[in-house]
């Protein structure tokens, strides 16, 4: 019988396995740190998640927003929300937009807590900030493409990310080598400072995001 050895190569995992694999052990490790934090401040993660997704958000966000961004049903989100509003690190008050609907704020208290817990997970902005500048700069634009085709497929929740703006003008000066443009500083955006979750971020209509993911992935 012929038998043909194996390279050492034959097994390896595709390259696109091999990243899911990495950037799932790099959420693991995250996870993980957020986990020893929230018990520490005596809440669970869904709760730590939620203060997080309140941070920065002047405007008061509504629950099927929350629930949607932590793929959690409406009824869970309400109990992890209602929990936070006993504690007093979040409010819950009338949109300003619609006086029959409540939002959600972080309280002072809340805020505080996030900050702590952005020193908290430290460890892993200090990781990335060891990292070469043209290699920040790559893996970024790697995950925000990674990003794009997942939104295609429709399984990534909205972001308050450049791309999906009301303010970003994709190619505005097409074949320069800042293409894109932030209407609301007036002012080209570099690919390496486009956000994934900006304070000032609007929406956009649908069919705008749909289109600036595309030309991006
Ligand atoms: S920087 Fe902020 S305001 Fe400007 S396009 Fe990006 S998300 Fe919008």
Request: charged share 20%; proline share 6%.
């Amino acid at each position: 019988m012929d038998i043909t050895p194996e390279t050492p190569w034959d097994s390896t995992p595709d390259i696109s396995a091999r990243i899911i694999a990495a950037i799932s052990r790099v959420s693991s490790v995250l996870r993980a740190g957020m986990w020893e934090f929230a018990t520490a401040e005596h809440l669970n993660p869904t709760q730590a998640e939620i203060l997080q997704l309140l941070n920065d958000r002047t405007e008061g966000v509504r629950l099927s927003w929350l629930a949607a961004q932590l793929s959690v049903s409406a009824a869970s989100a309400s109990d992890s929300v209602t929990a936070l509003v006993t504690k007093g690190l979040v409010r819950k008050a009338r949109a300003p937009d619609d006086g029959r609907a409540s939002a959600l704020w972080l309280t002072d208290a809340g805020k505080q807590l996030v900050t702590r817990m952005g020193s908290a997970l430290g460890f892993a902005d200090d990781a990335a900030a060891a990292l070469e500048a043209q290699v920040q700069g790559q893996l970024l634009v790697g995950l925000f493409k990674l990003i794009a085709q997942l939104q295609k497929s429709e399984r990534f929740p909205t972001l308050r990310a450049c791309l999906s703006c009301r303010y970003f003008e994709a190619n505005k000066f097409p074949g320069q080598p800042t293409p894109h443009h932030c209407a609301l500083v007036k002012a080209p955006l570099p690919i390496t400072f486009l956000r994934i979750d900006c304070a000032e971020h609007q929406p956009s209509d649908a069919a705008t995001e749909r289109r600036n993911w595309e030309i991006f992935a």
